[in-house]
């Protein structure tokens, strides 16, 4: 299979393409070398916090054996799709910070375009099959052992990231089909699609409109099934007898919530961004692959005790911390 992807792309470089390679020019407007040290500075610091806070929870998940629950899985899967994202173009953008060196081959760069746009894909189905756990857990207690076992929640997250890697394939063929012809200067931080198919030498009316069609497809579907979900939520949290039992649903509830906010907000923004200024729709994009994996960690490891809670036996057990 990997093979044949493999020739895939070689096959539409070599007969459809005069362009051997891109430029990834990064911010238009701020090209100068205290701009690129800022940046770098920036990125860097954002990506080793990124990383450390990802592994962490994914470290805290395997050695403490309690925490082999749906619910937590699921966190687990969110963090490790994290790591990829930010992976598939944060180390790009500091080699074009710090070293300006700025070139990526043409299949680097769909590559990195299919991960981009299929990472971000996954993690909105992810952020809705969390929600499902959400309502199961709190609108029909008595059947979430049943339904929501580890192994179908397995199961359900693999769908979860093969949904997400399929979604930006149509597009990507249509792009591939396109004469690369001449210009190869991408204007952005790393290759997405907009940016990449613009280069083109041919008319993209129809590939814009597929790829806006899948794009808003994979965004406001499970963001709709979030919010209808929600509402349940919240009528069944409401029906809860003690403030005690409330108190403890909108808690878990609360910490998706944010989570949620965080990814949806910035998609929304990255979206609006198109009617503004270059550098100010880079920088939106950029912080799509940046902000949500920085926080999530964060906004798990503060508002969920039991994380917390294992997080100090984990660091008990290496002997960092004493033993109380």
Known sequence: MFVTHHLFFERMNHNTSQVEEFIIVGFPGLQDQESRAVFSG????????????????ILIFAMDESLHTPMYMLICSLAFLDVILSSVVIPKMLVVFMFDSKAITFVACFIQLLFYHGMITAESFLLGLMAYDRY??????????????????????????????????IPIVLALRLPFCGPNKVLHCFCDHVSVVRLTCADITINSYVALTISLSTLFIPLTYILFSYIRIIRSVFKIASSEGRLKAFSTCGTHLLVISVFFLIAAGVYISYRVPVDMRIMASVLQSVIPPLMNPIIYCLRTKEIRESFLKTLQRTKILPKR
């Open 136 to 169: 199961m857990a709190i609108c029909h207690p008595l059947h979430y052992p049943t339904y929501m076992t580890n192994s179908r929640v397995f199961k359900q997250i693999v769908c979860c990231w093969v949904g997400g890697l399929c979604g930006p394939i």
């Open 42 to 57: 920036i990125f860097l610091v954002a990506y080793l916090l990124i990383l450390l806070g990802n592994l962490l929870i």
